[in-house]
């Protein structure tokens, strides 16, 4: 039995789903559940070039024998989650939707746009924040999953009890992961930065409360860092340390063409600035992970891009390693030097290589 959270350390797009795909096949998880809303995408480019993003499901869904779950704290999209289910094929058996979920609706959309939420606090208005304030108040308009099938009926068919789900599974010996949303930095409860946060809170912890599973029951947790942390556009959004420009970044990296970053709901240009120590040394206070994750080595220098062994990788990037691994205290597990699933090597022992000698070349 093993239980798997995947945590961001920074402000979202940390690469949360890609090292979640990644361990999901590697440690072949059973269940996989994914928190949040659609408000947020998780990506990763797959073996044939292609960026899949989904805001609803895990990307655990890259190992076919794995069965996806949306937990009782999510806000779900019907529609969203229906394009994602048939864009990737998925039959009905792979798929649990708790039935406490709750249903965002188009009121919620509007109400964001109507409260201005894109212009104060750089919001993708998808009705989470609003859909999330329905909830709180409970009035009686409040849909849950379960009342939602004379809508949408497809959903009949997927309505589960995930928490119990989940809690069967680990008494069975199964193996699980949950995938978390967004990023410590934007904790509604546990950022610097209120109210420039998100509407939830972001932390293991958090994730555990919405998926109804008993810390006790937690034997891993990852923290995903990027080696430059990103922020969505617009000051309002809230403040981001060191801030640099995409092409300081381009010309600093080496990479021989643009690498500007948008956003995966909004598409927006995103902002990018220098790695915040004092954040990630929150984040992992808090969350206090087994393991941690870094990607956008190859940010620190165009030679690591597509590099699967750390003896490969350049100077820059073993000093970065070298002092993430000291500040942390807690175990390097997952480098990540490009965004490809494939760009994502292990090096602890159990896990892939040997942590022993990732240790003496840093």
């Not at 249903?103 to 924040?129: M, N, P, W, Y």
């Not at 919405?210 to 309002?236: C, N, Y």
């Not at 175990?331 to 040997?354: A, N």
């Amino acid at each position: 039995m093993s239980l798997w959270i995947v945590v961001g350390g920074q402000f979202g797009s940390e690469g949360k789903g890609k090292i979640s795909a990644f361990i999901t096949q590697h440690e072949d998880i059973d269940v996989c559940i994914r928190c949040g809303g659609p408000n947020s995408g998780h990506s990763f480019v797959n073996e044939h070039g292609q960026t899949i993003v989904l805001r609803q499901l895990p990307t655990g869904f890259v190992n076919p024998k794995t069965r996806l779950l949306i937990p009782a704290g999510a806000l779900i999209d019907p529609a969203v989650l229906k394009q994602e289910i048939d864009f990737l094929s998925l039959s009905h058996e792979r798929i649990g939707i708790d039935r406490k979920s709750f249903i965002i609706e188009e009121r919620d959309r509007k109400q964001e746009q109507a409260l201005g939420l894109r212009e104060r606090l750089s919001s993708t208005l998808c009705g989470v924040g609003a859909a999330q304030a329905r909830r709180v108040l409970r009035g009686e308009d409040a849909r849950l999953a379960k009342d939602a099938i004379t809508e949408h009926p497809w959903m009949a068919t997927y309505l589960s009890d995930v928490s119990d789900e989940l809690n069967t599974a680990l008494d069975k010996g199964k193996r699980a992961l949950i995938e978390g949303t967004q990023g410590f930095g934007l904790s509604l409860y546990h950022s610097n930065f209120y109210p420039r946060t998100t509407s939830r809170d972001t932390t293991a912890a958090g994730f555990l409360s919405e998926v109804g599973i008993s810390p006790l029951r937690v034997t891993e947790v990852v923290v995903v860092f990027r080696t430059f942390p990103i922020r969505v556009s617009g000051k309002q959004a809230g403040p981001l340390n060191d801030e640099i420009t995409w092409e300081e970044l381009q010309k600093e990296s080496g990479y021989p063409y643009s690498i500007e970053e948008h956003t995966t709901v909004t598409n927006k240009v995103r902002r990018v600035a220098r790695f915040d120590w004092d954040l990630s040394r929150r984040a992992i206070e808090i969350n206090r992970p087994t393991h941690i994750a870094i990607n956008g080595l190859d940010l620190l220098n165009f030679r690591n891009r597509g590099v699967s062994e750390i003896d490969c990788l350049s100077p820059e990037a073993m000093s970065f390693i070298a002092d993430l691994q000291v500040q942390s205290s807690s175990r390097l597990s997952y480098l990540g030097t490009g965004p490809k699933l494939d760009d994502t090597f292990c090096i602890v022992k159990g896990l892939g290589q040997d942590h022993s000698a990732m240790t003496a070349a840093v």
